[in-house]
């Protein structure tokens, strides 16, 4: 039996993640706390565009695979595996806002019933994930595993980005969270995508040093200099730095 998902957060990569495993087979539902999202959502309105993804939402939500519902602390308790996708919006410091995530985190600790694999899709500083982690263990113990899953979705190909990614980077501290996620990742048919498994931290700045806007806050010259300063896993950083030529050079 496939595991059951609960996406906490419908902005646009909650949005996109919760349709793409409904697509796949998983039984998915996706949570917010802005109740007029959630209506909207159910009476079929995606607050964006992205070619093809309003035709997999209706045929998920008509198979019974894809719900949307007000009730996050009741949609966590039902889920197997817990995928915080919450807003992040940059404050006029240019810090990152991280009052949704700690929203959602308290969340799932009030929640947590059995064991879950909680995936971090959010943009997030080096640190983030790691404190977040070790936050929810002093909370709850150890029945958890806590995964860093930046998300590439490119505006406009969003669909295609989920279901041919040209790779995925994992973040992980224990070999059962490595387990888990292989597991739900390999029955997605990314067969071929490269998968690569690193540290809290390496995940965290790859995106950052991938993204052109983001890479400038993140001195990105002396990451390339001094990477020991900053990541503990030097060669999956190069390496998922090194993707962007293939990812981009086609386009």
């Not at 640190?127 to 505006?155: A, C, M």
């Amino acid at each position: 039996m496939k595991k059951k998902i609960t996406v906490i957060g419908c902005g646009y990569v909650g949005i996109v993640t919760s349709i793409g495993f409904s697509e796949i087979g998983y039984n998915v539902i996706c949570t917010d706390k802005d109740p007029d999202k959630i209506n909207n959502l159910q009476s079929g309105t995606i607050p964006f565009y992205e070619p093809g993804l309003n035709r997999l939402r209706t045929r998920n939500v008509i198979d019974d695979r894809l719900i949307f519902s007000k009730d996050i602390k009741e949609s966590i308790k039902k889920a197997d595996i817990v995928i915080i996708a919450v807003e992040t919006t940059p404050l006029k410091t240019w810090e990152t806002d991280l009052s949704q995530i700690k929203s959602a985190v308290q969340t799932i600790i009030e929640s947590i019933c059995h064991y879950q694999l909680i995936i971090m899709k959010n943009i997030v500083p080096p640190g983030t994930n790691h404190l977040f982690s070790q936050y929810v263990k002093s909370q709850v113990g150890n029945d958890f595993d806590w995964i860093s899953n930046p998300e590439f979705f490119r505006e406009g190909n969003a669909v295609q980005d989920f279901f041919s990614p040209e790779r995925i980077v994992i973040g992980h501290e224990t070999q059962t969270g490595k387990s888990a996620i292989s597991q739900l990742f390999r029955t997605c048919y990314w067969l071929d995508t490269p998968f690569l498994y690193t540290d809290f931290t390496s995940s965290e700045l790859i995106y950052y040093a991938s993204n052109p806007y983001l890479g400038k806050y993140c001195s990105i010259s002396n990451l390339a200099q001094q990477p020991e300063k900053f990541v503990s896993d030097h060669e999956w950083f190069k390496d998922g730095i090194g993707l962007d030529a293939e990812y981009y050079g086609s386009y």
